[in-house]
């Protein structure tokens, strides 16, 4: 099943330019939370876009400068608490008019008016958006805004940010994962990656993946992060969603498993998973 996933992965023709392969914007970060911003940028690069912007609170700018390389960065209105403030949404909608897919959520914070921008800017957004992290919190109890979108959703929740989206019993999310994945895809119409030990992606028609990539030891902080970057990185190189999520996910879990390999799964973090994507990539293909 994996394989007719992987075969949607463009090949890379001679003639061509970054601009071929997608441009990313991925929203992310607040104070103590860069490296949420830098491990979901530097993932979505290593997994193949052409551009990669990273839209982060206008305080902590510099300090992506710096972390990141070949990834832009987008400095935008900020809270007193140095996360994303609703006067950014217009910053973000013009520069929105030329990317292919936004990643929105990781490191974030729950503030309550960074809350509110990720709603608006569910409803106004165009690109279809990979949802992690906070950005799932933030639309706890609005989740009716997802029906509404013309572009494509997927949300990237672990069990917890499940519970908080659903009002569900984190042990009755983990006794059902698929009927629970399955269900919400269908219901809100959107692409639902239920992350944990075999991890679940479905979407809206009732197909179901069950991932069979990954260990114990990506149970780390930031690994998820890697995930959202990866997943937008593949919808912006013009894969459909559910099948750049069923990529992104297995890819994921293989870097994880060859990560494991060469220095255990006790200390392995999420950087050794991007360190690794290169040589996932290049196998698989």
């Known amino acids: 099943m994996v394989k007719k996933h992987i075969s949607k992965i463009p090949p890379r023709k001679q003639d061509t330019h970054k601009g071929d392969f997608g441009h990313v914007l991925v929203l992310a970060g607040s104070e103590g939370l860069t490296g949420a911003a830098y491990l979901a940028s530097q993932a979505a690069l290593l997994a193949g876009s052409g551009l990669v912007t990273c839209g982060v609170p206008k305080s902590l700018n510099d300090i992506m400068e710096v972390k990141l390389t070949e990834v832009m960065t987008l400095p935008l209105p900020e809270t007193s608490q140095r996360s994303f403030a609703l006067a950014a949404e217009k910053n973000i909608l013009d520069f929105a008019k030329k990317i292919n897919v936004a990643a929105i959520g990781p490191g974030i914070s729950r503030h309550r008016e960074t809350q509110e921008l990720v709603c608006s800017l569910l409803e106004k957004l ?44 984190i042990s009755a999310i983990q006794g059902n994962r698929e009927k629970t994945a399955s269900g919400f895809a269908k219901k809100h119409k959107v692409i639902l990656v239920l992350k944990g030990h075999r991890t679940v992606v479905a979407n809206p028609e009732g197909e179901v993946y069950v991932n069979m990539t990954g260990n114990s030891g990506m149970s780390s902080a930031g690994v998820g992060d890697v995930l959202t970057g990866m997943i937008a990185s593949f919808v912006g190189q013009g894969i459909n969603p559910y099948s750049a999520a069923v990529i992104g996910v297995y890819l994921h879990g293989l870097a994880g498993d060859l990560a494991a390999k060469e220095k255990g799964q006790f200390s392995l973090t999420a950087s050794d998973l991007l360190n690794k994507l290169p040589q996932t990539i290049k196998d698989v293909l």
């Open 126 to 169: 165009k690109a279809p958006i990979v949802l992690d992290a906070d950005g799932i919190i933030a639309i706890a109890g609005h989740s009716g805004i997802l029906k509404t979108r013309k572009a494509s959703t997927i949300l990237t929740p672990h069990p917890g940010e499940m519970s908080h989206l659903t009002g569900k019993d």
